[in-house]
Each structure stands twice: as structure tokens, then as C-alpha cells.
């Protein structure tokens, strides 16, 4: 079945460090979600990517997915303090159409 | 709703007891997902709901494990005879499930379930 991989499962950075989450699919996929989870929280949608090649910016953030349509990244310049969580791509399912495979997971923390 | 809620927020139950799990989702939301998600792991997906269709129940860990959904829309997750493995925050999304891609799943806060 489908796989969604990434790494690394946990970062720890200096706040004001860059810090970069690759997911990595066995397949190709039609789109990719990404989502953040805060520590005590539930996973909220960041965006979602369609296209081949795409980028995506939301203020620090930048979201690209392969050319390739198998990989993603999200890169955070300049980490604050609000960064920390766990970092989530998603994309769907090898059944229902709408089911999304969750990547692993990548933990976030910033030190002050 | 505003959002996605669930009930009980935290469940501490015995082994070998039967529990229940409600979600009731975004009104006007036809789609439904339940998923688990143990201490520091990702999400694990359980069930899908779409509609009248028949669900997706290609995620469920074993027989123990149900699930239904009344009128589209509020839903409830049984476990029978939960056992310690079955501790994990289990957590409810919805969707608007109107177009061809993925759409944006929005979730609960979870439940978390403690097996004891």
C-alpha cells in the first residue's frame, strides 16, 4: 500500500534558525496537504499543493511539491517560538478517494 | 457548529469494557474521518463516511472496533472489550467533500482513552 515517509521526526532549533520537513511518497499523488499540530492539539490544515513544481509561500512558511509529484517540503525562515508542533503532510489514500495517508510526523521545537 | 467537537474529551475505562465516542461534525459537511493517533506517532486512519454510502471501514484494527453514522451527520465510534493497546487520542474530521481533490479535512479536539 501507499507510503508516506518523513524526516526527520524530530528537529530541535535555536529560535531564528531555519528548519525544513521533507515527506516523501512511494507513489505518485494527485495533491499533498500539509498540517501543523500543536503540543495538546489536534492537526489544523496549513494547504495543500496540486500541482507539479508548485510553491506556495504563507508569510515564513514555504511549501513545495516535487516535480515529480512524490515529494514535498516545508521550509520555516526564521523560527519563532509559535513554530513549535508537529508538522504533518498528508495525501490521499490508496483507498477511498478522500482518505488521507498522514506522514509520520515531524517534531518541531524552537529554544528561545 | 463552529467546529468539529467530540465527546468525552478524556475517557478512563477497564479493560474488557465497551466505550463510545461521539463526533459531530461541521454542519453541512457530507464527509466523516475518524482516526487514532498514539502517544507521539502519527494518524492512523480508521473509517470514512460519505454521505449515504457505505463506509469505509477499510482502516478498522480489528472487530472490536464500529462505527455509525445517523442521519449524515453525528457520528459514534464504538470499542468492545478495549484493551490497553487501544489507549490513543482518537480524533474526528470533517469535510466538505464538493470537489475532485483531497479536500481540507478539519479536525476535533479527539478523545483520549485510557485503557486501564
Known amino acids: 500500500g501507499q507510503q508516506v515517509m518523513q524526516i526527520p521526526q524530530y528537529q530541535h532549533v535555536q529560535e531564528g534558525e531555519d528548519f525544513t520537513t521533507y515527506c516523501n511518497s512511494s507513489?505518485?499523488?494527485?495533491?499533498i496537504q500539509w498540517y501543523k499540530q500543536r503540543p495538546g492539539g489536534h492537526p489544523v490544515f496549513l494547504i495543500q499543493?496540486?500541482?507539479?513544481?508548485e510553491v506556495k509561500k504563507q508569510k515564513r512558511l514555504t511549501f513545495q511539491f516535487g516535480e515529480a509529484k512524490k515529494n514535498s517540503s516545508l521550509h520555516i525562515t526564521a523560527t519563532q517560538t509559535t513554530d513549535v508542533g508537529t508538522y504533518f503532510c498528508?495525501?490521499?489514500?490508496?483507498?477511498?478517494?478522500?482518505?488521507?495517508?498522514f506522514g509520520s510526523g515531524t517534531q518541531l521545537t524552537v529554544l528561545p | 457548529g463552529a467546529g468539529v467537537s467530540q465527546s468525552p474529551s478524556n475517557k478512563v475505562t477497564e479493560k474488557g469494557k465497551d466505550v463510545e465516542l461521539r463526533c459531530d461534525p461541521i454542519?453541512?459537511?457530507?464527509?466523516l474521518y475518524w482516526y487514532r493517533q498514539s502517544l507521539g506517532q502519527g494518524l492512523e486512519f480508521l473509517i470514512y463516511?460519505?454521505?449515504?454510502?457505505?463506509?469505509?471501514k477499510s482502516g478498522l484494527p480489528s472487530d472490536r472496533f464500529s462505527a455509525e453514522r445517523t442521519g449524515g451527520s453525528v457520528s459514534t465510534l464504538t470499542i468492545q472489550r478495549t484493551q490497553q493497546e487501544d489507549s490513543a487520542v482518537y480524533l474526528c474530521?470533517?469535510?466538505?467533500?464538493?470537489?475532485?481533490?483531497?479536500?481540507?479535512?478539519?479536525f476535533g479536539p479527539g478523545t483520549r482513552l485510557t485503557v486501564l
Open positions: 454542519s453541512g459537511h457530507t464527509a
Open positions: 463516511f460519505q454521505g449515504n454510502s457505505a463506509p469505509d
Open positions: 474530521a470533517s469535510s466538505q467533500d464538493v470537489g475532485w481533490s483531497t479536500d481540507t479535512q478539519y
Open positions: 499543493l496540486v500541482k507539479s513544481g
Open positions: 498528508a495525501g490521499p489514500g490508496s483507498g477511498s478517494a478522500r482518505q488521507l495517508t
Open positions: 507513489t505518485t499523488l494527485s495533491n
